[in-house]
Protein backbone atom coordinates (compact mmCIF):
# COMPACT_ATOMS: atom_id res chain seq x y z
CA UNK A 1 0.00 0.00 0.00
CA UNK A 2 2.96 2.30 0.61
CA UNK A 3 4.11 1.79 -2.75
CA UNK A 4 0.85 2.18 -4.06
CA UNK A 5 0.87 5.91 -2.35
CA UNK A 6 4.44 6.37 -3.43
CA UNK A 7 4.11 6.10 -7.23
CA UNK A 8 0.61 7.86 -7.21
CA UNK A 9 2.57 10.45 -5.81
CA UNK A 10 5.65 10.70 -8.03
CA UNK A 11 2.70 10.74 -10.75
CA UNK A 12 1.37 14.19 -9.64
CA UNK A 13 5.04 15.59 -9.07
CA UNK A 14 5.84 14.22 -12.82
CA UNK A 15 3.06 16.57 -14.39
CA UNK A 16 5.20 19.53 -15.46
CA UNK A 17 8.35 17.31 -16.81
CA UNK A 18 6.65 14.09 -18.79
CA UNK A 19 3.84 15.73 -20.57
CA UNK A 20 4.61 15.10 -24.86
CA UNK A 21 3.66 18.18 -27.00
CA UNK A 22 3.94 16.20 -29.92
CA UNK A 23 1.28 13.62 -28.45
CA UNK A 24 -1.05 16.61 -28.16
CA UNK A 25 -1.00 18.33 -31.69
CA UNK A 26 -2.18 15.14 -32.89
CA UNK A 27 -5.28 14.93 -30.57
CA UNK A 28 -8.09 16.92 -31.88
CA UNK A 29 -10.46 18.31 -28.88
CA UNK A 30 -13.65 16.03 -29.03
CA UNK A 31 -15.71 19.46 -30.42
CA UNK A 32 -13.31 18.50 -33.52
CA UNK A 33 -13.49 15.12 -33.77
CA UNK A 34 -15.58 13.34 -35.84
CA UNK A 35 -15.82 10.28 -33.70
CA UNK A 36 -17.80 12.12 -30.59
CA UNK A 37 -20.15 13.23 -33.25
CA UNK A 38 -23.76 11.92 -31.84
CA UNK A 39 -25.88 10.02 -35.28
CA UNK A 40 -29.10 11.05 -36.64
CA UNK A 41 -30.26 7.35 -35.71
CA UNK A 42 -28.76 7.58 -32.34
CA UNK A 43 -32.33 6.52 -30.94
CA UNK A 44 -32.07 3.47 -32.93
CA UNK A 45 -30.02 1.85 -30.44
CA UNK A 46 -30.65 0.96 -26.70
CA UNK A 47 -28.95 2.71 -23.56
CA UNK A 48 -25.69 1.47 -23.05
CA UNK A 49 -25.26 -0.36 -26.87
CA UNK A 50 -22.01 0.30 -28.73
CA UNK A 51 -22.41 2.66 -31.67
CA UNK A 52 -18.66 2.61 -32.80
CA UNK A 53 -15.26 2.42 -31.43
CA UNK A 54 -11.41 2.68 -31.68
CA UNK A 55 -8.30 1.67 -30.48
CA UNK A 56 -6.14 4.58 -29.04
CA UNK A 57 -2.88 5.10 -27.19
CA UNK A 58 -3.52 6.56 -23.54
CA UNK A 59 -0.86 7.74 -21.11
CA UNK A 60 -0.52 9.07 -17.54
CA UNK A 61 1.82 12.44 -17.19
CA UNK A 62 3.43 10.63 -19.86
CA UNK A 63 3.77 7.27 -18.69
CA UNK A 64 2.34 4.56 -21.00
CA UNK A 65 -0.80 2.91 -19.55
CA UNK A 66 -0.48 -0.70 -18.72
CA UNK A 67 -3.25 -1.55 -20.91
CA UNK A 68 -4.59 -1.77 -24.06
CA UNK A 69 -7.51 0.82 -24.56
CA UNK A 70 -10.46 1.66 -26.91
CA UNK A 71 -12.57 4.61 -26.87
CA UNK A 72 -16.21 3.53 -27.37
CA UNK A 73 -19.04 5.36 -27.93
CA UNK A 74 -22.33 4.75 -26.75
CA UNK A 75 -25.94 5.42 -26.42
CA UNK A 76 -26.99 7.16 -23.91
CA UNK A 77 -30.24 10.01 -22.44
CA UNK A 78 -29.68 13.44 -21.64
CA UNK A 79 -31.18 14.85 -18.43
CA UNK A 80 -34.48 15.32 -20.29
CA UNK A 81 -34.25 11.70 -21.69
CA UNK A 82 -33.77 12.60 -24.94
CA UNK A 83 -31.38 9.92 -26.61
CA UNK A 84 -27.87 10.80 -26.94
CA UNK A 85 -24.12 9.98 -26.90
CA UNK A 86 -21.01 10.01 -25.48
CA UNK A 87 -17.26 8.53 -24.72
CA UNK A 88 -15.92 5.61 -22.66
CA UNK A 89 -11.99 4.93 -22.67
CA UNK A 90 -11.97 1.38 -21.74
CA UNK A 91 -8.40 0.11 -20.76
CA UNK A 92 -7.92 -3.82 -20.60
CA UNK A 93 -4.23 -4.29 -18.78
CA UNK A 94 -1.75 -5.86 -20.94
CA UNK A 95 -0.90 -8.90 -18.00
CA UNK A 96 -3.16 -12.14 -17.93
CA UNK A 97 -5.44 -12.10 -15.10
CA UNK A 98 -4.59 -14.36 -12.09
CA UNK A 99 -6.90 -13.51 -9.94
CA UNK A 100 -10.38 -15.71 -8.64
CA UNK A 101 -13.03 -15.84 -11.17
CA UNK A 102 -12.41 -12.87 -14.29
CA UNK A 103 -11.02 -9.83 -14.16
CA UNK A 104 -12.82 -7.06 -12.64
CA UNK A 105 -14.02 -3.92 -13.71
CA UNK A 106 -13.50 -0.31 -12.05
CA UNK A 107 -15.77 2.83 -13.39
CA UNK A 108 -14.13 6.01 -12.84
CA UNK A 109 -15.34 8.75 -13.11
CA UNK A 110 -12.87 11.87 -13.09
CA UNK A 111 -13.68 15.32 -12.02
CA UNK A 112 -14.75 16.43 -15.08
CA UNK A 113 -15.38 19.23 -14.04
CA UNK A 114 -15.40 22.19 -17.01
CA UNK A 115 -17.91 22.77 -19.95
CA UNK A 116 -15.61 21.93 -23.07
CA UNK A 117 -14.63 18.73 -24.60
CA UNK A 118 -11.17 19.75 -23.57
CA UNK A 119 -12.32 18.96 -19.91
CA UNK A 120 -12.95 15.39 -20.51
CA UNK A 121 -10.96 11.74 -19.59
CA UNK A 122 -11.06 10.75 -23.06
CA UNK A 123 -9.03 13.54 -24.44
CA UNK A 124 -6.44 13.58 -21.21
CA UNK A 125 -5.94 10.26 -21.63
CA UNK A 126 -4.72 10.64 -25.01
CA UNK A 127 -3.54 13.90 -25.76
CA UNK A 128 -1.77 14.76 -22.05
CA UNK A 129 -1.13 17.03 -20.11
CA UNK A 130 0.12 19.63 -22.56
CA UNK A 131 -3.34 19.85 -23.80
CA UNK A 132 -4.77 22.29 -21.45
CA UNK A 133 -3.89 20.39 -18.31
CA UNK A 134 -7.29 19.48 -16.48
CA UNK A 135 -8.70 17.62 -13.78
CA UNK A 136 -9.41 14.41 -15.70
CA UNK A 137 -5.45 14.42 -16.10
CA UNK A 138 -4.94 14.97 -12.96
CA UNK A 139 -6.40 11.38 -12.07
CA UNK A 140 -4.75 9.50 -14.81
CA UNK A 141 -2.22 8.58 -11.88
CA UNK A 142 -5.23 6.67 -10.33
CA UNK A 143 -6.68 4.65 -13.24
CA UNK A 144 -2.83 3.84 -13.24
CA UNK A 145 -2.62 2.50 -9.83
CA UNK A 146 -6.09 0.33 -11.10
CA UNK A 147 -4.98 -0.96 -13.81
CA UNK A 148 -1.66 -2.31 -11.77
CA UNK A 149 -3.86 -4.56 -9.19
CA UNK A 150 -5.23 -6.38 -12.78
CA UNK A 151 -8.32 -4.43 -12.86
CA UNK A 152 -10.17 -3.28 -16.19
CA UNK A 153 -10.89 0.09 -15.89
CA UNK A 154 -13.49 2.48 -18.09
CA UNK A 155 -13.93 6.11 -17.70
CA UNK A 156 -17.07 7.73 -19.23
CA UNK A 157 -16.86 11.35 -20.74
CA UNK A 158 -20.17 11.51 -18.27
CA UNK A 159 -20.71 15.29 -18.86
CA UNK A 160 -22.29 13.91 -22.63
CA UNK A 161 -21.63 15.96 -26.18
CA UNK A 162 -23.06 19.24 -24.30
CA UNK A 163 -20.63 19.40 -21.50
CA UNK A 164 -23.10 19.62 -19.04
CA UNK A 165 -21.33 20.07 -15.81
CA UNK A 166 -23.33 19.01 -12.52
CA UNK A 167 -26.38 17.84 -14.09
CA UNK A 168 -27.37 14.39 -12.14
CA UNK A 169 -29.24 12.43 -14.50
CA UNK A 170 -27.31 13.33 -17.51
CA UNK A 171 -24.10 12.28 -15.51
CA UNK A 172 -25.73 9.00 -13.56
CA UNK A 173 -26.94 7.88 -17.00
CA UNK A 174 -23.89 8.55 -18.99
CA UNK A 175 -21.81 6.79 -15.98
CA UNK A 176 -24.39 3.35 -16.13
CA UNK A 177 -24.40 2.97 -20.11
CA UNK A 178 -21.07 3.53 -20.31
CA UNK A 179 -20.95 0.13 -17.44
CA UNK A 180 -23.24 -1.55 -20.11
CA UNK A 181 -21.37 -0.80 -23.11
CA UNK A 182 -17.78 -1.66 -21.85
CA UNK A 183 -19.23 -4.94 -20.57
CA UNK A 184 -20.86 -6.02 -24.18
CA UNK A 185 -17.95 -4.25 -25.77
CA UNK A 186 -16.42 -8.04 -27.10
CA UNK A 187 -13.00 -6.75 -27.52
CA UNK A 188 -12.29 -6.11 -23.86
CA UNK A 189 -13.24 -9.54 -22.82
CA UNK A 190 -15.34 -9.01 -20.31
CA UNK A 191 -18.44 -10.11 -19.66
CA UNK A 192 -22.17 -9.24 -17.91
CA UNK A 193 -21.02 -11.42 -14.83
CA UNK A 194 -17.57 -9.16 -14.38
CA UNK A 195 -17.71 -8.18 -10.76
CA UNK A 196 -18.07 -4.04 -11.47
CA UNK A 197 -17.61 -0.87 -9.24
CA UNK A 198 -17.91 2.56 -9.25
CA UNK A 199 -15.01 5.13 -8.02
CA UNK A 200 -15.03 8.87 -8.55
CA UNK A 201 -13.33 11.71 -6.14
CA UNK A 202 -15.07 15.50 -6.01
CA UNK A 203 -16.64 16.14 -9.13
CA UNK A 204 -16.30 12.37 -9.96
CA UNK A 205 -17.83 11.45 -6.73
CA UNK A 206 -20.96 12.91 -7.81
CA UNK A 207 -21.46 11.80 -11.06
CA UNK A 208 -20.56 8.29 -9.40
CA UNK A 209 -23.09 8.25 -6.15
CA UNK A 210 -25.68 9.72 -8.99
CA UNK A 211 -25.29 6.30 -10.82
CA UNK A 212 -25.75 4.26 -8.08
CA UNK A 213 -28.32 6.05 -6.62
CA UNK A 214 -30.50 5.72 -9.95
CA UNK A 215 -29.09 2.20 -10.58
CA UNK A 216 -31.98 -0.04 -9.54
CA UNK A 217 -34.44 1.86 -11.34
CA UNK A 218 -32.30 3.31 -14.35
CA UNK A 219 -30.01 0.08 -15.24
CA UNK A 220 -31.57 -3.25 -12.99
CA UNK A 221 -29.35 -5.17 -15.39
CA UNK A 222 -26.28 -3.96 -13.50
CA UNK A 223 -24.80 -5.55 -10.28
CA UNK A 224 -21.96 -3.37 -8.77
CA UNK A 225 -19.93 -4.78 -6.21
CA UNK A 226 -19.02 -1.68 -4.80
CA UNK A 227 -18.42 2.21 -4.35
CA UNK A 228 -15.62 4.56 -3.58
CA UNK A 229 -16.36 8.40 -3.02
CA UNK A 230 -13.82 10.80 -2.12
CA UNK A 231 -14.43 13.89 -1.57
CA UNK A 232 -18.06 13.62 -1.98
CA UNK A 233 -19.84 16.99 -3.36
CA UNK A 234 -23.30 16.16 -1.57
CA UNK A 235 -24.77 19.72 -1.95
CA UNK A 236 -24.37 21.78 -4.77
CA UNK A 237 -25.05 25.09 -3.31
CA UNK A 238 -23.00 24.22 0.12
CA UNK A 239 -20.29 23.70 -2.73
CA UNK A 240 -20.80 26.72 -4.73
CA UNK A 241 -20.53 29.04 -1.73
CA UNK A 242 -17.17 27.54 -1.22
CA UNK A 243 -15.83 28.47 -4.22
CA UNK A 244 -17.72 32.01 -4.35
CA UNK A 245 -15.01 34.68 -3.62
CA UNK A 246 -12.40 32.30 -3.31
CA UNK A 247 -8.87 31.59 -5.19
CA UNK A 248 -10.85 29.48 -7.60
CA UNK A 249 -13.75 31.74 -7.75
CA UNK A 250 -14.15 31.67 -11.51
CA UNK A 251 -15.69 28.31 -11.55
CA UNK A 252 -18.82 29.88 -10.59
CA UNK A 253 -18.98 31.31 -13.83
CA UNK A 254 -17.94 28.27 -15.42
CA UNK A 255 -20.28 25.95 -13.88
CA UNK A 256 -23.39 28.00 -14.64
CA UNK A 257 -22.68 26.84 -18.23
CA UNK A 258 -23.91 24.04 -17.35
CA UNK A 259 -27.38 24.27 -15.72
CA UNK A 260 -27.48 27.10 -18.80
CA UNK A 261 -27.37 24.15 -21.47
CA UNK A 262 -29.76 21.52 -19.26
CA UNK A 263 -32.56 24.27 -18.30
CA UNK A 264 -32.85 26.60 -21.09
CA UNK A 265 -36.64 26.86 -19.97
CA UNK A 266 -35.77 28.95 -16.93
CA UNK A 267 -33.57 31.73 -18.45
CA UNK A 268 -30.46 31.82 -16.14
CA UNK A 269 -29.45 34.64 -17.56
CA UNK A 270 -31.99 36.50 -16.01
CA UNK A 271 -31.01 36.52 -13.04
CA UNK A 272 -27.37 37.85 -13.54
CA UNK A 273 -25.97 41.33 -14.46
CA UNK A 274 -24.35 42.19 -17.72
CA UNK A 275 -21.22 41.30 -16.27
CA UNK A 276 -22.04 38.51 -15.05
CA UNK A 277 -23.77 37.58 -18.26
CA UNK A 278 -20.73 38.45 -20.03
CA UNK A 279 -18.07 36.19 -17.36
CA UNK A 280 -20.55 33.46 -17.89
CA UNK A 281 -19.57 33.54 -21.81
CA UNK A 282 -16.33 34.11 -21.49
CA UNK A 283 -16.27 31.17 -18.93
CA UNK A 284 -18.43 28.75 -21.65
CA UNK A 285 -14.84 26.79 -22.89
CA UNK A 286 -13.40 26.23 -19.94
CA UNK A 287 -12.16 23.52 -17.51
CA UNK A 288 -12.07 24.41 -14.03
CA UNK A 289 -8.27 25.41 -13.56
CA UNK A 290 -9.05 27.99 -16.73
CA UNK A 291 -11.97 29.43 -15.38
CA UNK A 292 -10.06 29.77 -11.99
CA UNK A 293 -6.80 31.84 -13.60
CA UNK A 294 -9.23 33.80 -15.70
CA UNK A 295 -11.67 35.31 -12.80
CA UNK A 296 -9.51 34.89 -9.49
CA UNK A 297 -11.98 35.47 -6.72
CA UNK A 298 -14.78 35.90 -8.36
CA UNK A 299 -18.02 35.60 -6.20
CA UNK A 300 -21.91 35.02 -6.87
CA UNK A 301 -22.33 38.58 -5.44
CA UNK A 302 -20.81 40.59 -8.56
CA UNK A 303 -22.41 38.01 -11.11
CA UNK A 304 -26.24 38.00 -9.85
CA UNK A 305 -28.64 41.00 -11.20
CA UNK A 306 -29.49 42.35 -7.49
CA UNK A 307 -28.41 40.88 -4.06
CA UNK A 308 -29.72 37.38 -3.93
CA UNK A 309 -31.19 37.23 -7.81
CA UNK A 310 -28.87 34.07 -8.54
CA UNK A 311 -30.50 31.87 -5.55
CA UNK A 312 -34.25 32.75 -6.34
CA UNK A 313 -36.45 29.90 -5.48
CA UNK A 314 -36.61 28.48 -9.14
CA UNK A 315 -32.55 28.36 -8.87
CA UNK A 316 -32.62 27.15 -5.38
CA UNK A 317 -34.98 24.05 -6.50
CA UNK A 318 -32.95 23.43 -9.53
CA UNK A 319 -29.97 23.14 -7.52
CA UNK A 320 -31.07 21.13 -4.69
CA UNK A 321 -33.11 18.41 -7.85
CA UNK A 322 -29.25 17.83 -8.97
CA UNK A 323 -27.72 17.16 -5.65
CA UNK A 324 -27.43 14.02 -4.33
CA UNK A 325 -29.36 15.20 -1.36
CA UNK A 326 -31.66 15.81 -3.19
CA UNK A 327 -31.94 12.17 -5.03
CA UNK A 328 -34.12 10.00 -3.60
CA UNK A 329 -32.69 6.86 -4.70
CA UNK A 330 -30.50 4.55 -2.49
CA UNK A 331 -27.46 2.84 -3.50
CA UNK A 332 -27.52 -1.08 -3.48
CA UNK A 333 -23.70 -2.20 -2.93
CA UNK A 334 -21.70 -1.32 -0.31
CA UNK A 335 -19.46 2.37 0.21
CA UNK A 336 -15.96 3.33 1.24
CA UNK A 337 -16.82 6.99 1.29
CA UNK A 338 -13.85 8.86 2.36
CA UNK A 339 -13.34 12.92 2.88
CA UNK A 340 -10.39 15.20 4.30
CA UNK A 341 -12.23 17.08 7.34
CA UNK A 342 -10.39 20.33 6.27
CA UNK A 343 -11.87 20.10 2.89
CA UNK A 344 -12.04 24.14 1.51
CA UNK A 345 -14.12 22.80 -1.48
CA UNK A 346 -16.45 20.36 -0.81
CA UNK A 347 -17.75 20.63 2.63
CA UNK A 348 -18.13 17.57 4.92
CA UNK A 349 -21.11 18.14 6.50
CA UNK A 350 -23.26 17.24 3.29
CA UNK A 351 -21.07 14.06 3.10
CA UNK A 352 -21.56 13.10 6.22
CA UNK A 353 -25.80 13.72 5.71
CA UNK A 354 -25.73 11.76 3.15
CA UNK A 355 -23.61 9.18 4.42
CA UNK A 356 -26.49 9.30 7.56
CA UNK A 357 -29.19 8.16 5.28
CA UNK A 358 -27.52 5.92 3.36
CA UNK A 359 -27.11 4.70 6.59
CA UNK A 360 -30.50 4.80 7.74
CA UNK A 361 -32.15 2.68 4.39
CA UNK A 362 -29.72 0.09 5.16
CA UNK A 363 -26.34 0.50 3.35
CA UNK A 364 -23.27 -0.95 4.52
CA UNK A 365 -20.31 2.21 4.88
CA UNK A 366 -17.16 2.14 5.57
CA UNK A 367 -16.94 6.23 6.57
CA UNK A 368 -13.42 7.62 6.69
CA UNK A 369 -12.07 10.96 7.73
CA UNK A 370 -8.97 12.26 7.97
CA UNK A 371 -7.85 14.76 9.84
CA UNK A 372 -5.02 15.96 8.26
CA UNK A 373 -5.38 17.39 4.64
CA UNK A 374 -7.58 19.02 2.15
CA UNK A 375 -9.60 18.55 -0.76
CA UNK A 376 -6.31 18.17 -3.49
CA UNK A 377 -4.11 16.01 -1.07
CA UNK A 378 -6.95 13.64 -0.05
CA UNK A 379 -7.13 12.59 -3.85
CA UNK A 380 -4.19 11.17 -3.30
CA UNK A 381 -4.30 10.01 0.48
CA UNK A 382 -7.60 8.70 0.06
CA UNK A 383 -7.04 6.29 -3.12
CA UNK A 384 -4.90 3.21 -0.89
CA UNK A 385 -7.86 2.93 1.06
CA UNK A 386 -10.32 2.77 -1.94
CA UNK A 387 -7.54 0.16 -3.88
CA UNK A 388 -8.08 -1.59 -0.62
CA UNK A 389 -11.89 -1.74 -0.66
CA UNK A 390 -12.08 -2.99 -3.70
CA UNK A 391 -9.59 -5.56 -3.24
CA UNK A 392 -11.93 -6.76 -0.76
CA UNK A 393 -15.19 -6.54 -2.55
CA UNK A 394 -13.98 -8.38 -5.83
CA UNK A 395 -12.33 -11.25 -3.44
CA UNK A 396 -15.72 -11.84 -1.86
CA UNK A 397 -15.15 -10.22 1.76
CA UNK A 398 -17.61 -8.80 4.21
CA UNK A 399 -17.30 -4.96 3.89
CA UNK A 400 -16.96 -3.05 7.59
CA UNK A 401 -19.18 -1.35 8.09
CA UNK A 402 -19.13 2.42 10.48
CA UNK A 403 -22.28 3.84 9.97
CA UNK A 404 -22.31 4.20 13.80
CA UNK A 405 -19.98 6.20 14.18
CA UNK A 406 -20.44 8.86 11.17
CA UNK A 407 -20.36 12.55 13.04
CA UNK A 408 -23.68 14.57 13.26
CA UNK A 409 -23.69 16.98 10.29
Known amino acids: MKRALILISLLAIS ?3 LASPASAARVPVPEKDPFYAVPANV ?7 VIASRKVSTSAFGFPMPATAWQIKYRTNDSKGRASATVTTLLVPKAAWRGAGTRPLVSYQTAEDGVAGKCAPSYALTAGPIADFSNSEGETGVMY ?3 LKGWAVTVPDYEGPRSEFLVAKTEG ?20 TTKTALWGYSGGSFA ?13 D ?11 VGDIRSTIDKFSGGPAGGAVAMGVNGFVRAYPELNIADYLSPTGIAKVAKASGDCLTDAAIRFPFLS ?5 KTP ?3 YSPAIVAMLHDNSPLGDPGTPTMPIYDYHAKLDEFAPIGPDRELITRFCHDGVTVQHVEDLVGEHISELVTGAPGAIAFFSDRFAGKPAVNTCATVPAP
Open 300 to 304: IAQIE
Open 308 to 310: GSF
Open 145 to 147: LAL
Open 222 to 232: LNFSALALGGL
Open 173 to 192: QAVLDGVRASLAFTEGGLAP
Open 208 to 220: SVHAAQMQPTYAP
Open 43 to 49: GTYAPGA
Open 15 to 17: IAT
